[in-house]
């Protein structure tokens, strides 16, 4: 991979130029031309990949070609030795906060289907809700002396107690 080193002057000839060919993309998107090369399925790039692409009988030969001799695990399952050396590599492993969020955004709005739900009460049957029957840790708001659950505080209270001062909003007034 080679980089250069260009000046913000140069910088902006380029991408005056470039936008010159971002709007003749435009003209081909609205008029349907999206077969021509160099040009996106969709404004500013937004479909990814295939997505709605009807391939010919001649490309699907042609990917199903490309693809053989290559390690595709669909459908296969992984020994147990196999899965516990790959749980052994995971463990200790800390995630960043970003990481930690990207994994709860790709899981919300998450439909399981009805036999996925009765598998999981079926499992769960005669065990213990979640925190049933265990004490919950208390905590007390700084701003308002409000005692309550720490989760629940930390969730719901905290950042909107009326008390509360929020550092990004201060501003001085001379």
């Not at 080679?2 to 140069?10: E, M």
């Not at 289907?113 to 905590?139: D, F, N, V, Y």
């Amino acid at each position: 991979m080679y980089s250069i080193t260009i000046t913000q002057k140069q910088f902006d000839e380029l991408n005056k130029s470039l936008s010159g060919i971002f709007e003749v993309e435009y003209v081909h998107i609205e008029a349907g031309e999206t077969h021509l090369e160099c040009v996106n399925s969709g404004f500013g790039g937004k479909t990814i990949g295939t997505t709605g692409y009807k391939f010919t009988e001649e490309q699907r030969n042609n990917i199903s070609i490309s693809l053989k001799g290559k390690f595709i695990r669909f459908g296969k399952k992984h020994s147990e030795e196999t899965k516990r050396k790959i749980s052994e590599s995971k463990k200790g492993i800390k995630l960043s906060e970003e990481t930690k969020k990207k994994m709860s955004l790709s899981q919300s709005g998450r439909k399981l289907k009805p036999e996925t739900i009765e598998k999981i009460l079926q499992k769960r049957k005669g065990k213990p809700a979640g925190m049933k029957g265990k004490k919950k840790q208390t905590t007390t708001c700084p701003h308002c002396n409000l005692v309550g659950a720490k989760s629940s505080l930390k969730r719901y209270h905290f950042e909107k107690c009326k008390n509360y001062l929020n550092p990004n909003s201060l501003s001085v007034q001379i």
